[in-house]
């Protein structure tokens, strides 16, 4: 079957957090990450299935939405989780923040590296607990640990480290060696692993080899401090659903986890249970199709910034549809502004931490033609910059 990712589909007006900040304004939202795509016919027809039930009453996870999870994780990536490790959450963002809550105390430290996802940087915050942030290093176009820095920024207060994986900005896929020196870090300081794999289903470069790795699967002593946080909604492009799950084996790490979320975490959307069931079983064609367009547009910008925008730098990427783009050498203080005002709206890069200052994220999760428009406001208001500069 054919899918289609070209045709444009019109979401103003339809409350969308993307369009909707820049309403009655001619910019091309290419920040927050969902896609311009509709969802796999299959989610589609089991969201109008159960609409037509007509009773919407308090929903639990069905046995069937439980397997359709665990089946996912053996058929997809070998690993034999078991039903009742399964903890359902509204999102992988509430889960982080109830993580911070469950493995650290008050005044106690949480360390993460950076770039990174800003919820990684207010989680602790929101639960009082205290953010360490360590730069990644970009090594000959690589971005990757630093773990000298990383040693040196670890207390003896620290309790957890969140791991984004694969990266959201930088778009690596890290290798089992990286997460394995990752999980020795995590046991030689006694830390809680919170291993966020939202955009692993999302590895572009599978056709070169590259493979996500499930952190937990990396032994019994990594899954026993390691808790897992997935979902359907960057992949299936659902995340309006509000439906996730973290994976953890460890029973005390469990009951921490469960207790941490009393009263925050109360039943899911049914429409959540039933689009992650329908995209787990029958979503592959459709993401297969789509990892194919990505791909396409990733190549597709690749190309468009080596030979019309230079001034813009990426490091090679693998996952995600969210492109890190070195804007310092534009010369503009804001980047993010400037590309505004140009009618292309990107992310700050100084929201994913210090260390994203002067770069700026572009989301690429839409029909090739749109993007080839953002990129060339993007290359007319540089190279007009560059001629008022000279005049
Ligand atoms: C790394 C990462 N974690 C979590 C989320 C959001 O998760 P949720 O919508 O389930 O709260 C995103 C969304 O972009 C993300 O990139």
Redesign the pocket.
Known sequence: MAFDFDTPIERRGTGSLKWDKYQGRDILPMWV?DMDFLSPPAVIEALRARAEHGVFGYTSPTEEVTQAVVDYLRERYGYAAKPEWIVWSH????ALNIACRAYAEPGEAILTCTPV?P?FLSAPGNMERRLIAVPLRLADARWEFDWPALEAAVTASTRVFLL?SPH?PVGRVWTPEELRQVADFCKRHDLVLIS?E??CDLVLDEPAGVKHTVTAMLGPDVEARTVTQM?P??TYNV?GLAC?FGVIADPELRVDFQHAARGLVTEINAFGFAGIAAAFRHGEPWRQALLTYLRGNRDFLYKFVSERLPELKIAPMSATYLAWLDARGLGVKNAARFFEEAGVGLSDGALFGEAGRGFVRLNFGCPRARLEEALTRMERAVRNNIKVAME
């Open positions: 990450a999102g992988l963002v509430p996802y919820p984004c959201n966020d939202i955009h979902a909604s960057k995340p996730a």
